[in-house]
């Protein structure tokens, strides 16, 4: 499985962004799919995460109601749409996957996305 995160950028506070991830498997829409970030001299943290079919859906609560996540398994891609964007949300953006189903913690990903910056100006 290959992960490959695009997207990230410089914006000013209350700005937008659309982070992708475009994956690679022989069943992709097995797979539970999420996004995580990690600052400088910070754990990684989850963000959000969704499940093959969409209908399951999850939020970290300093995300819930500006970031959405969704998946088109027809184009092997999930997306991060984040809005209202705060400096707090300066960090590296990791997209991950893994089969064995869902969690919040890193540990829980076999497969991990290079990583792309987003960077909020105050």
């Known amino acids: 499985v290959q992960l490959q995160a695009s997207g990230g950028g410089l914006v000013q506070a209350g700005g937008s962004l659309r982070l992708s991830c475009a994956f690679s498997a022989s069943t992709v829409n097995s797979y539970f799919m999420a996004w995580f970030r990690q600052s400088p001299g910070k754990e990684r943290e989850f963000v959000a995460a969704?499940?093959?079919?969409?209908?399951?859906?999850y939020y970290a609560d300093s995300v819930k109601g500006r970031f959405t996540i969704s998946r088109d398994n027809a184009k092997n891609t999930v997306y991060l749409q984040m809005n209202s964007l705060k400096p707090e949300d300066t960090a590296v953006y990791y997209c991950a996957a893994t089969l064995r189903g869902s969690s919040w913690s890193p540990s829980g990903y076999d497969y991990w996305g290079q990583g792309t910056q987003v960077t909020v100006s105050s």
């Open positions: 969704i499940n093959w079919s969409g209908r399951n859906i």
